[in-house]
């Protein structure tokens, strides 16, 4: 049977707060969407995966902002998802775990 969420473990409170601040401070508001209606639409792609709301989603423009985003998720051990259009058909692109969506 498919499992449409599969069984990954969520980060902890204290995690994902340490993520927000680092990626704040890398990368600023203009790059970085934390409210929850805006998180929402990264939830899900064209599959029938089921995603969790992101804490985050980096609107990336450089490699450098790429690079800082990794940074951030290994330091705070929060999940990181990457996404492009999320018209995908296989689940790819879905935060399973929440975390950070790298788009």
Known sequence: ???????????SQAARDKALRLLDAALGPSKLLTEREACERYVADESEAQGRTPDAVVLAETRDDILAALRVAREAEVPITPRCAGTGSTGGAVPVAGGIVLS
């Open 1 to 11: 049977m498919l499992s449409l969420r599969p069984d990954v473990p969520l980060p």
